[in-house]
């Protein structure tokens, strides 16, 4: 069974520090990982998919990273602001199947 | 603009009074799926559809059951709620990892909803 571990589960950092959230996945055989931002209360928007083919995917401040032999992907987010303040999430697809296995996420706190 | 509606987005009832919480995509896709979100339980499975009149549990499918007549439509029903069913819920949509596309996950806004 696919388990998926986001380390720490909270973070603060001073405003312009760069930030680097963990994802860790227990199975290897994954067709693509995603990761999620959710606001407080609110629905999830997608940041960035990384196909099981692709070592990385860009997107503004926004760097994401995949290791699939090691079940390990990182999410850079630089110069970090206030408005980066909200939990985010990782999410696998297994390669047999099309069923979303997320973390807990991390909630980040981005201190004016 | 691709969009998952989800509708109420809160919802207040008493137990065991039967509700129905709708979902609507416009983006054709094949898979549909509702999660519920627990604190210190995250985002968990309950039931999905894969297409029309396909649908399977998922991994927390207890006192949930839904139906797919449409292609874009997955309405999640509670028979008889309880207060353990008291949790935010989010419908998804995406394409089939089998037509070998980015397979890019939608959310909805997701649906507050409190059982007393």
């Known amino acids: 069974k696919q388990e998926v571990t986001q380390i720490p589960a909270a973070l603060s950092v001073p405003e312009g520090e760069n930030l680097v959230l963990n994802c860790s996945f227990t199975d290897s055989a994954i067709y693509n990982l995603q990761w999620f931002r959710q606001d407080p209360g609110k629905g999830l928007t997608s940041l960035l998919l990384i196909q099981s083919s692709q070592r990385e995917q860009t997107s503004g401040r926004l760097n994401a990273s995949l290791d699939k032999s090691s079940g390990r992907s990182t999410l850079y987010i630089a110069a970090s602001q206030p408005g980066d303040s909200a939990t985010y999430l990782c999410?696998?697809?297994?390669?047999?199947?099309?069923?979303?296995?997320f973390g807990g996420g991390t909630r980040v706190l981005v201190k004016p | 603009e691709a969009q998952v509606t989800q509708n109420p987005r809160y919802l207040i009832t008493v137990t065991g009074k039967k509700l129905t919480v709708t979902c609507s995509q416009n983006m054709n896709h094949e898979y549909m799926s509702w999660y519920r979100q627990d604190p210190g339980l995250g985002l968990r499975q309950i039931y999905y559809s894969m297409n029309v009149e396909v649908t399977d549990k998922g991994d927390v499918p207890e006192g949930y059951k839904v139906s797919r007549k449409e292609k874009r439509n997955f309405p999640l029903i509670l028979e008889s709620p309880s207060p353990n069913q008291t949790s935010l819920y989010f419908c998804?949509?995406?394409?089939?990892?089998?037509?070998?596309?980015?397979?890019?996950?939608?959310f909805g806004a997701g649906t507050r909803l409190s059982v007393l």
């Open positions: 998804a949509s995406s394409s089939l990892v089998q037509t070998g596309t980015k397979n890019i996950q939608y």
């Open positions: 999410a696998v697809i297994k390669a047999a199947g099309n069923k979303l296995t």
